[in-house]
């Protein structure tokens, strides 16, 4: 798993660090844009495809529930499935993306999504791992840790400080979590 996180983690502090994501992010704070998930989708599948190590990736690809864990919905479809170059062919990390300007919301609703991919059929697709990352704006990253921790408890998922990534995403009011 520690490979898979070190990977997103670098996918992601190269997105965000690209003045044109910097830009936007600025102009979304500045003009109080809502609902921009979507653009920050469409941003990372075209950066995904250009970045130097050619991950493969999928957008909201159907996946299977495990049936014994999930009764109500049949099939899940995760943001983003990424492969980098040189992993097991089909064999692919999930990653949910949420955007909210208030992070106790935004870590909220990541953790309804991970408690969701861990409901996923492991025939269903070969996962490496599973992992959330929300944009928000920005927090005391002490406080940002025990709130990640706190709500990661509340639905009864182990929290590891290895495998978080907490950032500010420089010149803009945002910051980021990746869990």
Known sequence: MSSEFEYLAELADDFFSQPHTQQSLSLIHQHNISGWEIWLQVELGH??????SEPEW???????????????????????????????KESYLALELKQHRNAPACLANRAKDIVKLDKLRQSSIDLRSCWVLGVFERESKADLNELIADTLESVDYDYDPEYVVNKYIWNTPFGYCIF
Do not use: C, N, V
Request: proline share 3%; hydrophobic share 30%.
């Open 47 to 52: 950066f995904l495809s250009m970045h130097e």
């Open 58 to 88: 999928r957008r909201e690809e159907a996946l299977e529930y495990d049936r014994r864990l999930e009764r109500t919905k049949q099939y899940l479809r995760p943001d983003f499935l990424i492969r980098k170059k040189g992993w097991k």
